[in-house]
């Protein structure tokens, strides 16, 4: 990818990300991650409705990767269904841990192609899917 | 200073984390090879050669460590594995048995988590209470607001010489007083003061103080707790082992030996032990009010050359011991530290262990630069030359 683009993406969705600010509303989902490095901090809130993420918002203060990450991940797994969102997130994975994945699948999130080159940053880049983990965790926990 | 008894400034690096841990002179790593390729023994152990050797190199740490912190008998230092060590062995050895239900300790909001943690678990193991010493406008501890927090159940003050996030000085001598007149146990964590300021542990009636090796030059896994005799002698092992005891019975009595080897059960960190004895020489020899001084020196110079730079924000201007929290402006810390790293220059970005301190200073991640008398005027002005490139931050870090 062209480093001048990837770089506009990533700073665009840092400067001005998508859904941040939480809401008080009980039919959400809430889960929070902190990075390992313990600085990182996001809070992940959506709501699912028959098998689909119909609201996802986020808040927090963390880099640059994180931040971004989040709000690529909002945009695009709005209205997608969870078994949607779990191949989403399996193939990024897949991009991340530099095993073979279906670029076409991953849309904005190649941006972080390159990010294996930076260890640290690579949970970075992961934060909030880890968070979207828990939430899909609860959702089929509560069997619904 | 120094610069060339350090083998790995030889790099092109700038070491800005000396409040993790510091690097080491070859004098340091030297003491340790010499001890692993010519002397290796147990301690405490045999009657052959190297072994009294061992013996006697190890016993005379204890009293460069006299030396270091002021105190008069070596049987007052206890060799552990690091502050948290140190820290944990004072709180569950010493302050449980001897504390109970409603007794209050204090603490601040500033404090590592090493001197939180393990008072907290007695919060919930026997009911003591913490309670928070406020703080001033600019994060500082004064005695007054000590007074306004004494209460007939305080027991113990403890709190850190020198905080790792902002670097400001405690008034120990002060506070010291004030505990003997009120009959407090003051412990003090002192694992960013000993390796950088003179610390004298009488004169400031300190009655257990703890800090680590690594911080100071020398080797990870050591570290040192100092209590007063008296307080030693009441103290419980929290590890039982060999070298510790004198005899026991497979009836369960058993009879330990006296302070400080009962508390150091186990084969201690040997190496380790002499390295930091190597390090205190060092140390020393170079004078440790000079070093508070130079630190000190290199803080204001940097400050002075931050004011070229409109968007960092410091947040410790005033704090006296050498360290510098400060951002950049719409900038989330770690972003500029890895911003830095681009150009070789290492600082640490996050709470700092101390994370809840984000109550009294507003924010919860800093970039820390912590100094040490091998840095330089020169490794400022290179940092001074990278952060003015810093409108540039993304287009390095992405
Ligand atoms: C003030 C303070 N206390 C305690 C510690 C813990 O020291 P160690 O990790 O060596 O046990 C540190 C080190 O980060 C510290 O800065």
Redo the contacts with the bound molecule.
């Keep these: 990818m062209d480093p001048e683009l990837r770089r506009e993406i990533i700073v665009d969705h840092y400067q001005n990300p998508i859904n941040k600010g939480l809401i008080i509303d009980d039919t959400y989902l809430k889960a929070n991650t902190n990075n390992e490095s313990c600085i990182d901090n996001i809070t992940v809130m959506a709501k699912i409705e028959d098998g689909r993420f119909m609201d996802i918002r986020f808040d927090g203060e963390a880099c640059a990767i994180s931040t971004s990450a989040t709000s690529i991940m909002i945009h695009l797994c709005l209205n997608k269904t969870v078994e949607e969102v779990e191949e989403l997130m399996a193939e990024y994975e897949k991009m991340l841990n530099e095993e073979e994945y279906q670029q076409e699948k991953l849309n904005e999130l190649i941006v972080y192609e390159d990010i294996y080159k930076q260890p640290n940053r690579k949970k970075c880049a992961f934060l909030p899917f880890d968070s979207l983990k828990k939430i899909i965790k609860q959702y089929k926990e509560r069997g619904q | 200073m120094n610069r060339e008894d350090f083998p790995i400034l030889k790099n092109d690096f700038i070491y800005f984390d000396n409040?993790?841990t510091t690097l080491k002179p070859k004098c340091v790593v030297d003491a340790l090879d010499d001890y692993y390729l010519t002397y290796t023994a147990n301690a405490h152990r045999g009657d052959y050669d190297n072994s009294q050797k061992v013996d006697m190199m190890y016993e005379e740490v204890r009293k460069k460590v006299t030396q270091l912190i002021h105190n008069q008998d070596p049987r007052e230092i206890v060799f552990t594995y690091?502050?948290?060590?140190s820290l944990n062995m004072i709180t569950f050895g010493f302050m449980e048995p001897h504390l109970k239900k409603g007794d209050e300790v204090l603490l601040t909001k500033a404090e590592?988590a090493?001197?939180v943690l393990p008072w907290l678990e007695l919060v919930k193991k026997i009911g003591i209470v913490v309670r928070y010493i406020p703080l001033t406008s600019d994060n500082q501890v004064t005695i007054e607001n000590i007074e306004k927090v004494i209460t007939q159940n305080t027991k113990v003050i403890s709190i850190?010489h020198v905080?790792?996030v902002i670097g400001d000085i405690r008034p120990v001598k002060e506070i010291g007083a004030l505990c003997k007149k009120n009959n407090i146990y003051f412990v003090v964590?002192g694992?960013?003061s000993v390796p950088h300021l003179p610390v004298n542990v009488d004169e400031s009636n300190i009655d257990f103080l703890a800090f680590?090796a690594?911080?100071m030059l020398g080797p990870t896994g050591v570290?040192v707790l100092y209590g007063k005799l008296d307080l030693l002698e009441k103290m419980k092992p929290t590890r039982f082992g060999g070298g510790m005891n004198s005899d026991f019975e497979a009836d369960g009595i058993v009879e330990y030996k006296s302070v400080p080897t009962c508390f150091e059960a186990g084969t201690p960190p040997i190496a380790g032990v002499i390295g930091l004895g190597k390090a205190i020489d060092y140390l020393l020899k170079i004078g440790m009010d000079n070093i508070h001084k130079y630190e000190l020196e290199l803080k204001e110079y940097l400050l002075l050359r931050l004011k070229e730079i409109p968007n960092v924000i410091v947040y410790n201007p005033k704090s006296t011991g050498g360290i510098v929290a400060f951002n950049l402006d719409k900038v989330f810390s770690q972003d500029t530290a890895v911003f830095l790293n681009q150009f070789s220059i290492c600082v640490r970005a996050g709470n700092h262990?101390a994370k809840i301190l984000k109550d009294e200073l507003k924010i919860k991640n800093t970039c820390r630069i912590s100094f040490y008398l091998y840095n330089t005027k020169e490794e400022i002005d290179r940092l001074i030359d990278v952060l003015k490139k810093s409108d540039q931050i993304f287009k390095i870090i992405l």
């Design positions: 409040g993790a690091g502050t948290t060590d590592h090493s001197n850190a905080t790792n964590d694992a960013q680590s690594h911080k570290g262990c």
